[in-house]
C-alpha cells in the first residue's frame, strides 16, 4: 500500500515567520512531488513541483526533495494570513503509463496576524 | 488561463438515485481524472481516463461508478445508485501529455440523503 504521511497539526505560525511544512512517503520508486494549497470548501491549487534532489525556489516558497529518505518538505517565508490553509502533499504513482496522485491527509496551517 | 470547469456545484440526491457529475477538462490536455473527498478527509483518487478507456481504477471505484466521454470536451461521473457514504466533494482533474502535474477543477459537492 503506498502511503503519503503528513502531519495533521494544526501549525500556527505568527505572521512574517517561517513555517515549514513536511511529507514523506513510502514507494521509492515515485518520481514526482507537488504541493498543493486547499482552502475550506475549494479544490487544490498547485503551489509547487519537485522533481529532482535539492531544493526549488518560487517566490516565498521552496520546496526540498530528498528521495533517500523519501521525504519531501515545503517552507513558506515571510507567511501571511491568507496562507492559512491545508497544504496537501501529492506524490505520483505511475502504473501502466499512468500517473495518479497519492494525497497526504493535509496539514493544516494557521498564520496568527 | 484555461481551466477545469465542474457542474453541477452542489447536488443533492436521495439514496438509491443516479447522479451524474460533469467536468470539462482543459481543451489540449489528454488525461482526465476523478478524486473525492470527503469532509475532513483526503483526497482520494478514483479513476484516470485516456484515450478514451479507463487506465487506472482504485478499489473504490465500484460497478456503481462509472465513467465516460461521451464528446470532445465533456467528461463525465456517474454514480448509478448512491449511498449516503458516497456523499463528499468530487473533483474531476486534467493534465497534458508529457508532464505530470494536473490541474483540478473547483469540484462537486454531492450530499446523498
Known amino acids: 500500500q503506498k502511503e503519503v504521511e503528513q502531519n495533521s497539526g494544526p501549525l500556527s505560525v505568527p505572521e512574517g515567520a517561517i513555517a515549514s511544512l513536511n511529507c514523506t512517503y513510502s514507494?521509492?520508486?515515485?518520481?514526482?512531488f507537488f504541493w498543493y494549497r486547499q482552502y475550506s470548501g475549494k479544490s487544490p491549487e498547485l503551489i509547487m513541483s519537485?522533481?529532482?534532489?535539492g531544493d526549488k525556489e518560487d517566490g516565498r516558497f521552496t520546496a526540498q526533495l530528498n528521495k533517500a529518505s523519501q521525504y519531501v518538505s515545503l517552507l513558506i517565508r515571510d507567511s501571511q494570513p491568507s496562507d492559512s490553509a491545508t497544504y496537501l502533499c501529492a506524490v505520483t504513482f505511475s502504473t501502466s503509463g499512468t500517473y495518479k496522485y497519492i494525497f497526504g491527509t493535509g496539514t493544516r496551517l494557521k498564520v496568527l496576524a | 488561463e484555461p481551466e477545469v470547469t465542474q457542474t453541477p456545484s452542489h447536488q443533492v440526491t436521495q439514496m438509491g438515485q443516479e447522479v451524474i457529475l460533469h467536468c470539462v477538462p482543459i481543451?489540449?490536455?489528454?488525461?482526465f481524472y476523478w478524486y473525492r473527498q470527503i469532509l475532513g478527509q483526503k483526497v482520494e483518487f478514483l479513476v484516470s481516463f485516456y484515450n478514451n478507456e479507463i487506465s487506472e481504477k482504485s478499489e473504490i471505484f465500484d460497478d456503481q461508478f462509472s465513467v465516460e466521454r461521451p464528446d470532445g470536451s465533456n467528461f463525465t461521473l456517474k454514480i448509478r445508485s448512491t449511498k449516503l457514504e458516497d456523499s463528499a466533494m468530487y473533483f474531476c482533474?486534467?493534465?497534458?501529455?508529457?508532464?505530470?502535474?494536473?490541474?483540478f477543477g473547483p469540484g462537486t459537492r454531492l450530499l446523498v440523503l
Open positions: 482533474a486534467s493534465r497534458i501529455g508529457g508532464q505530470e502535474t494536473q490541474y
Open positions: 481543451s489540449n490536455h489528454l488525461y
Open positions: 514507494d521509492r520508486v515515485s518520481q514526482s
Open positions: 519537485i522533481y529532482s534532489n
